[in-house]
Nanobody, 117 residues
Framework: QVQLVESGGGLVQPGGSLRLSCATS????????MGWYRQAPGKQRELVAV???????NYADSVKGRFTISRDNAKNTVYLQMSSLKPEDTAIYYC???????????WGQGTQVTVSS
């Protein structure tokens, strides 16, 4: 059974930084792409950043230049480095992995990020 386990969330002041981690239960090469989504209270879940198996990346316009997604294949882990955090970045952040066939999407349990003074 595929499992994605997030960590690294917490409370940070505006302008601060956090790094989220997503560890996969199996090989990271079992996914065609991995990404981070977030959901704020009362809002729909939205894509934050995605990285393909080849390392190409895409970001939501709202986080470009502030967030960086990366992967460590040896550790089967995907990271989201978040800098210059704003209160509007407050949300539950979810890790997502898409199977090689593209037919299955896996989700982590989510980690809370709160940006507040």
């Amino acid at each position: 059974q595929v499992q994605l386990v997030e960590s690294g969330g917490g409370l940070v002041q505006p302008g601060g930084s956090l790094r989220l981690s997503c560890a996969t239960s199996g090989s990271i090469f079992g996914f065609s792409a991995m990404g981070w989504y977030r959901q704020a209270p009362g809002k729909q879940r939205e894509l934050v950043a995605v990285i393909s198996s080849r390392g190409s990346t895409n970001y939501a316009d709202s986080v470009k230049g502030r967030f960086t997604i990366s992967r460590d294949n040896a550790k089967n882990t995907v990271y989201l480095q978040m800098s210059s955090l704003k209160p509007e970045d407050t949300a539950i952040y979810y890790c997502n992995g898409v199977s090689l066939s593209g037919s299955t999407s896996y989700w982590g349990q989510g980690t809370q990020v709160t940006v507040s003074s």
